[in-house]
């Protein structure tokens, strides 16, 4: 791209980084949007002297996703497909902390943590660690390239009719944070230690951050594992990142894992 085809940030976006955005550059149009401020009065606790994400007014067209992220060394921001419609995201319900704590935070930590926090009467479902806890999986092959596979899935899940966000991120596991999704409140109240597993992923299994919903996350999988074994190691994480992805779905860490041999996504809800 010349430098006559880079265009700066467009008015606004350049809110959501602490520097105002200094020689980020976008190339891409965007359709019509608008900035998402938290609401004070849900989030309480906080203070924010920026907006947390750009969001668009409709849902947005296969390809525009892919068009982004390709974007994101230069622009600095992220793309998220958010599902079940604007809200809450238009009303400002959500709870942004700064990416920078996540550091803080490991997966295998949080795994051990919640394994034994979980563990009462479920036991019989964790065959063959039971009490034990596993620890995290080894990484897996890449099967293809982390971005082309995100794409991919990202066609996929525009099928839906999702608008989009935008958010100031080094990488795409920071956005959960960033944005101040809340989805899995009810399994853990802050979204700072899981955003430490994703980032995990990223690195082991080649994940990618595509959508988020109210209660829901969609992550792309460039080296997902490929025999039984493996999948039950990451099944086991699994359970302890989204219980109810396991005793809601197929009900026992080993039907779970061969749902997720060499599967190129991994879709969470929690109840």
Request: proline share 9%; aromatic share 10%; glycine share 10%.
């Amino acid at each position: 791209m010349s430098v006559h085809e880079r265009r700066r940030l467009p008015t606004g976006l350049e809110l959501l980084f602490g520097d105002g955005g200094d020689g980020r550059v976008l190339s891409v149009d965007l359709p019509s949007g608008s900035l998402v401020w938290p609401d004070p009065d849900y989030d309480k606790l906080r203070t924010h002297h920026r907006p947390s994400f750009w969001l668009s007014d409709e849902p947005v067209p296969a390809g525009l996703w892919a068009r982004l992220r390709a974007e994101h060394p230069r622009s600095g921001l992220w793309p998220v497909l958010l599902e079940d419609g604007v809200q809450p995201w238009s009303a400002g319900q959500i709870a942004p902390d700064s990416p920078g704590h996540i550091d803080y935070y490991s997966a295998a930590g949080f795994m051990a943590e919640a394994w034994q926090d979980l563990l009462l009467g479920h036991e019989a479902y964790l065959a063959p660690f039971g009490a034990e806890c596993p620890g995290i999986a080894p990484p897996a092959s890449l099967v293809a390239d982390p971005d082309v596979v995100a794409d991919w899935y990202a066609d996929v899940v525009a099928e839906r009719m999702t608008p989009l966000g935008l958010t100031a991120v080094g990488r795409g596991a920071d956005a959960m944070v960033a944005m101040g999704w809340q989805g899995a409140l009810h399994h853990n109240e802050w979204t700072v230690p899981l955003a430490a597993v994703v980032r995990s992923w990223e690195e082991r299994f080649g994940a990618r951050v595509v959508g988020m919903g109210f209660n829901t996350l969609e992550l792309s999988i460039a080296a997902p594992p490929a025999t039984p074994a493996h999948a039950l190691r990451v099944a086991a994480e699994h359970w302890t990142f989204c219980p109810d992805s396991v005793l809601q779905g197929p009900g026992t860490l080993a039907d779970y894992a061969e749902q997720i041999v060499g599967q190129n996504a991994w879709s969470f809800w929690w109840d």
